[in-house]
């Protein structure tokens, strides 16, 4: 299986800050990647897809990037509804593999 | 709009058999694959198998090898999954989501269902 890391696992941060978050895989998927976003007692939501694209209706201060096997998520100026957990998750290969989320605070 | 509403949450002893649902609608059913994803109180998301609403078709994961059986129902846009001998660490948040692009693109999971809590307690 494809192996997917994140890091950090946790991070703490102000309203307005630059926010990036790394995803990297244990083998190249190519562009196959995808970033969700979860608050607490809710399902996850899909933000990016094949590593850059936006999905329908969210806000342009999320971006993501990478090839192969490293990625990132970065969010320009860091919302309070932004405050939650964040995923990647690799379609290169059957299993689909999540990595284990990275929490944004508030500082 | 797309929508995928799942059945309401679940209370289980261990060794029993659980079935949850999920209803599609504002889309074409057959057009698109689900997904079955769980995540265990405070964890992480863990795949659990795909299906191909048209024809039934389906992956499992190797975890669930032998325990899991998903199904779908075209008459009513309806997905099933059916997890046997359940056991404490089957405790979780079960969700059905929709699969875009698979198998002809980069697949992502663009529609989830509300998640099924199932509790499983003697």
């Known amino acids: 299986d494809v192996q997917m890391t994140q890091s950090p696992s946790f991070l703490s941060a102000s309203v307005g800050d630059r926010v990036t978050i790394t995803c990297r895989a244990s083998?190249?998927?190519?562009?196959?990647l995808n970033w969700y976003q979860q608050k607490p007692g809710k399902a996850p939501k899909l933000l990016i897809y094949v590593a850059s694209n936006l999905q329908t209706g969210v806000p342009s201060r999320f971006s993501g990037s990478g090839s192969g096997t490293d990625f990132t998520l970065t969010i320009s100026s860091l919302q309070p509804e932004d405050f939650a957990t964040y995923y990647c998750q690799q379609g290169y290969r059957t299993p689909p593999t999540f990595g284990p989320g990275t929490t944004v605070d508030i500082k | 709009q797309v929508q995928l509403v799942q059945s309401g949450a679940e209370v289980k002893k261990p060794g029993a058999s659980l079935k949850i649902s999920c209803k599609a609608t504002g889309y074409t059913f057959t057009n698109f694959f689900i997904h079955w994803v769980r995540q265990a109180p405070g964890q992480g998301l863990e795949w659990m198998g795909i299906?191909?609403?048209?024809?039934?078709?389906?992956v499992y994961a190797q975890n669930f090898q032998g325990r899991v059986t998903m199904t779908s129902d075209t008459s009513t846009s309806t997905l099933y999954l059916d997890l046997s001998s359940l056991r404490s660490e089957d405790t979780a948040m079960y969700y059905c989501a929709r699969v875009r692009g698979y198998p002809t693109a980069p697949p992502y999971l663009d529609s989830w269902g509300q998640g099924t809590l199932v509790i499983v307690s003697s």
């Open positions: 083998q190249s998927i190519s562009s196959h």
């Open positions: 299906i191909n609403p048209s024809g039934g078709r389906t």
